[in-house]
């Protein structure tokens, strides 16, 4: 049995000491000054962010994910590449969420861009984090993209039997994903449900834009949040999620 990789452990290390994770997570399409990138995720990383995720699903190329990285390369937290597709896979980075998504149409999306990535991640020497990616409610950019067949924000219980299925399959991590900007996020009853009767690590993400809703979140079961859009339109209420969920011990 292989042994888990650096990042694998630190994430672990963080869920078994009851530390909620957070991922900031930086789109590289958004990317237009680099000067701008370097003190915001300088303050992101002061305030205690867990791990950089890099990606995003329009307009990213493989040199924008380098350009964003060679900004990141100093910190010593993770860089963790959030795939749309292959094409964003860099050496650059320490490890990629290694995602199907579960409940797409496409069977692409589910095993066949896998493996079309997983000798060049083996070349790459990257660490991949085996993770099932469930699309929910709202849905944005990434449902329509990998044609996923939400699931509704009021059902619980078609998440949770994703989750089990995942978790059988050997899968860690479950991304509950609404959808990048989404109106409303994954509900606080969801993450209840699916945390409670799996045993499977849930990554939230999608419209968390206030300490009060991450720390609901967090406070529901969810492992680890992700934000995006806000760190883009106000860093500034970014790093009070981040600070704010530090205070939430989940043990
Ligand atoms: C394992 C590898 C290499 C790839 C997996 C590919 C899969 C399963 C993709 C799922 C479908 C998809 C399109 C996911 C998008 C994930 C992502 C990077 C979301 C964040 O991007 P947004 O913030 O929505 O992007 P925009 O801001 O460009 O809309
Ligand atoms: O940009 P936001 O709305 O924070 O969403 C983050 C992430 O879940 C998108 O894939
Ligand atoms: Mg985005």
């Known amino acids: 049995m292989k042994t888990k990789g650096k990042v694998a452990n630190y994430l672990q290390k ?4 009851g ?8 789109d590289p399409e958004k990317v237009t000054d680099i000067d701008l990138l370097d003190r915001v995720t300088s303050r992101l990383y002061k305030a205690g962010t867990s791990a950089f995720l890099i990606g995003g699903t329009l307009g990213v190329s493989k040199e924008k994910m ?24 860099t050496e650059k980075a320490d490890a990629l969420l290694f995602m199907s998504l579960l409940n797409s149409d496409d069977l692409y999306y589910v095993i066949g861009a896998q493996v079309s990535a997983s000798l ?6 990257l660490e991949a984090i085996p993770t099932g990616y469930l699309i ?5 950019t990434a449902a329509h993209i990998g044609r996923a067949r939400v699931i509704p924000y009021d059902n619980p219980e078609l998440a949770l039997a ?4 995942a978790e059988y399959m050997g899968m860690e991590y479950l991304y509950l994903e609404a959808g990048s900007g989404a109106p409303e996020t994954v509900r606080p009853d969801m ?28 406070k529901a079961g969810a492992k680890a949040i992700v934000t ?8 500034e209420r970014a790093i009070k999620i981040i600070e704010s969920i530090q205070k939430v011990n989940v043990s």
Request: without cysteine; negative net charge.
């Open 14 to 17: 963080l869920i078994e000491d």
């Open 19 to 26: 530390h909620p994770i957070h991922f900031s997570l930086i």
């Open 66 to 89: 380098d350009a964003t990285l060679t900004v990141l390369r100093n910190y010593d937290i993770p860089k963790i590449i959030f795939p749309s597709n292959i094409n964003l896979i």
């Open 120 to 125: 060049i991640v083996k070349l790459a020497k």
């Open 136 to 140: 929910v409610g709202h849905g944005g």
């Open 162 to 165: 994703y989750a089990l299925a």
């Open 191 to 218: 993450i209840r449900i699916v945390s409670s009767s799996s045993g499977i690590n849930l990554i939230v993400g999608g419209g968390i834009r206030s300490p009060e809703r991450a720390t609901e979140l967090v």
């Open 228 to 235: 995006g859009n806000i760190i883009e339109s106000d860093s």
